[in-house]
């Protein structure tokens, strides 16, 4: 397993944009599927995008399609999710999970997860 750090959350304007991090630690982090979730207060965790070991592979939920960036950085053990044209209906607390075998928007696949960082869209 690894352990997950996320940060970058915060509060922002409808329209604005975040940078999302999530670090790593462990050397095989190259190894891993990375993924990112999000949960609402009330709601469901749900998927957001995620990527495969290289890079490669980058898959989105339909509701973020075409505002959301998923990356990494392998040499810094870290990837990120870059988000653009927030909704105040983006607000939710988001969390990054490791996945040892592939990339997946199905939360059960994932071995380790982060503690979460919140994000706030206002209207």
């Known amino acids: 397993q690894v352990q997950l750090i996320e940060s970058g959350g915060g509060l922002v304007q409808a329209g604005g944009s975040l940078r999302l991090s999530c670090a790593a630690s462990g050397r095989t982090f190259s190894s891993y599927a990375m993924g990112w979730f999000r949960q609402a207060p009330g709601k469901e965790r749900e998927f957001v995008a995620a990527i495969n070991w290289g890079g490669g592979s980058t898959y989105y939920a339909d509701s973020v399609k075409g505002r959301f960036t998923i990356s990494r950085d392998n040499k810094q053990n870290t990837v990120y999710l870059q988000m653009n044209s927030l909704k105040p209906e983006d607000t939710a607390v988001y969390y990054c999970?490791?996945?040892?075998?592939?990339?997946?928007?199905?939360?059960?696949?994932?071995?380790?997860w982060g503690q979460g960082t919140q994000v706030t869209v206002s209207s």
């Open positions: 999970a490791a996945n040892s075998r592939s990339a997946s928007a199905y939360d059960r696949r994932y071995d380790s």
